[in-house]
């Protein structure tokens, strides 16, 4: 993936934000998705990672819906857009390109690899449990 925070991650946030604050039980999934203003159906695509990644249990039926099945202050902000957009990419120059070998590198090689790997670092220890403010 490219360095970048979609819509699709930032609901992802959001939802994992208002299943941690359910203390038991299934989150309805048409009520997590009425509070992100998205469709049932388009709230399956996002927590559909999540699934898959181990961090929510989904369940059908009438007591079903969505829970935490993980600790989510055991992750980073950089966990969770990996878990749902894939790994990021750590090779692209800033042009989209792959990075050219070493002894050709862009103009804005340096000073882009420094701002890639400070963000990297800020995701990484952004924790996911302090962003959603369930910590103090």
């Given at each position: 993936?490219?360095?970048?925070?979609?819509?699709?991650?930032?609901?992802?946030?959001?939802?994992?934000?208002?299943?941690?604050?359910?203390?038991?039980?299934?989150?309805?999934?048409?009520?997590?998705?009425?509070?992100?203003?998205?469709?049932?159906?388009?709230?399956?695509?996002?927590?559909?990672?999540?699934?898959?990644?181990?961090?929510?249990?989904?369940?059908?039926?009438?007591?079903?819906?969505?829970?935490?099945?993980?600790?989510?202050?055991?992750?980073?902000?950089?966990?969770?857009?990996?878990?749902?957009?894939?790994?990021?990419?750590?090779?692209?120059?800033?042009?989209?390109?792959?990075?050219?070998?070493?002894?050709?590198?862009?103009?804005?090689?340096?000073?882009?690899t420094?701002?890639?790997?400070?963000?990297?670092?800020?995701?990484?220890t952004?924790?996911?449990?302090?962003?959603?403010?369930?910590?103090?």
């Open positions: 993936m490219q360095l970048e925070f979609t819509r699709k991650s930032e609901l992802a946030l959001r939802a994992l934000g208002i299943i941690s604050r359910t203390s038991e039980g299934f989150v309805n999934g048409p009520e997590i998705a009425n509070a992100l203003s998205i469709s049932p159906h388009y709230l399956t695509t996002v927590m559909a990672p999540l699934s898959r990644a181990g961090w929510v249990r989904s369940a059908t039926g009438p007591t079903g819906g969505y829970r935490l099945s993980t600790d989510i202050s055991n992750y980073s902000v950089l966990d969770l857009v990996e878990s749902i957009e894939g790994a990021i990419d750590k090779e692209s120059c800033m042009h989209g390109d792959l990075m050219r070998p070493i002894q050709e590198p862009c103009a804005l090689h340096e000073p882009w420094r701002a890639r790997e400070a963000l990297l670092k800020e995701l990484e952004a924790n996911l449990a302090e962003v959603l403010g369930l910590q103090p």
